[in-house]
């Protein structure tokens, strides 16, 4: 049994950080260089923290903890991608994690959290007070053939999201999450908290991401962030009053056509499984699924 200690994360992490990840979450994309800065300057307000486990002078795993600041629900938390390298499980290295994300939580006042876990993990998470809510759908799509460019119908503009002007984006983005399916609403997410999440990411692609406007109007996006040759459909939506027009397979479409023509080569995207219509134009654009996660909620005391 390796000895390992736990320790907070540094900006210095980020290459090990990743190399982990890319391990266990194939299929999630965020790179180097987004990671190194997420763990320096995290989103403000949010009391982020995040630790490591480590084995000699290697990264074997790794949480984050936060309030979450984007939804209305009080005293909520967050305790993101607890994940553990396959050769070191079992000797106690994910409980070790698990214990100092918790704690940091508690010290925030945290009453109410959630975190995801794999299906092989709901075991550990069910010992630890954790109850499984949402399936989640991890989906991806070889960009090879690139998928073709669709064709706007009249009256339809498919722009890149470097023409937008952000205050418009995020007017879009806070109307059509009101509705997306989840245990909690993301229904306070601030301007401030937007330009983190979104406009100021380093992995955010704006030549491939594309909003679609209607006779001027902005109604429908698909955001593509990105790490080389690999992509993730971070967001795709369309104001609830212009649904059922194909508005949202025509704007993940075009992104997807974008984006392989800039050199990406395969896509990759989530999406709840009570999420029907996203799930139907994935289908359609041939996507495949390759992982499930599932929430799980536990209450602090």
Known sequence: ???????????????????????VHPYLVRG?????????????????????????????????????????????????????????RRQGVGEALLGEALGHLRHLGV??????????????????????????????????????????????????????????MYRAEIATAADEPGDVASD????EVWQYDVWQNLGLDKAASTAVEVDGELVAFSVVKRDGDRMWSDYTGTLPEHRGRGLAQLAKQAALHRAAAGGVRMAYTSNDEANAPMLAINARLGYRPVAAQWSCLADLT
């Open 1 to 23: 049994m390796a000895d390992f200690r736990i320790r907070t994360a540094t900006p210095d992490d980020a290459p090990g950080v990743v190399a982990l990840r890319t391990l």
């Open 32 to 88: 180097v260089a987004s990671t190194r800065l997420m763990i320096a300057e995290p989103p403000p307000g949010e009391e982020w923290a995040a630790f490591v486990a480590e084995v000699g002078d290697r990264v074997v795993g790794w949480v984050s903890a936060y309030r979450n600041i984007r939804t209305s629900e009080a005293d909520f938390g967050e305790l993101s991608l607890l994940h553990v390298d396959p050769e070191q």
């Open 111 to 168: 009453r109410r959290v959630r975190t995801w876990a794999q299906p092989e993990a709901l075991p550990f998470a069910r010992r630890h007070g954790f109850t499984p809510s949402r399936e989640l759908r991890y989906s991806a799509l070889d960009l090879r053939p690139a998928p073709p460019m669709p064709t706007a119908p009249p009256g339809v503009r498919l722009l890149p999201l470097g023409e937008v002007d952000p205050h418009r």
């Open 188 to 191: 306070a997410i601030s301007y």
